[in-house]
């Protein structure tokens, strides 16, 4: 599996964007998840949804704020990321594991090569 993130930038305080992440295969047994990596910090998750759907998970900083989503059709997943504040600059990547969501990045398969979200005025 070959994730390819994209669709990060440069964004005012306050700004959105849409964060996606082509798979090179069909996601439908796939858990997908985002994690960022803010400078000189540790690498987070951010949001998951399990294969299914059935179980969608925010870390509680993006709650409200961000929305994790998937298009079958396109083999991609997508984040969009709103209000965003300047906190929230960081490369964020793309990962997936079969079936269900972890919390710990060392159980996610395969990554995306990340995409840089810098969020300043």
């Known amino acids: 599996v070959q994730l390819q993130a994209s669709g990060g930038g440069l964004v005012q305080p306050g700004g959105s964007l849409r964060l996606s992440c082509a798979a090179s295969v069909a996601l439908s047994t796939y858990a997908i998840a985002w994690f960022r990596q803010r400078p000189g910090k540790e690498r987070e998750g951010m949001s998951c949804i399990s294969s299914g759907g059935s179980r969608v998970d925010y870390a509680d900083s993006v709650k409200g704020r961000f929305t994790i989503s998937r298009d079958s059709a396109k083999n991609t997943m997508y984040l969009q990321v709103n209000s965003l504040q300047p906190e929230d600059t960081a490369v964020y990547y793309c990962?997936?594991?079969?079936?269900?969501?972890?919390?710990?990045?060392?159980?996610?398969?395969?990554w995306g090569q990340g995409t840089q979200v810098t969020v300043s005025s």
């Open positions: 990962a997936t594991r079969r079936f269900f969501c972890s919390r710990y990045g060392s159980q996610y398969e395969h």
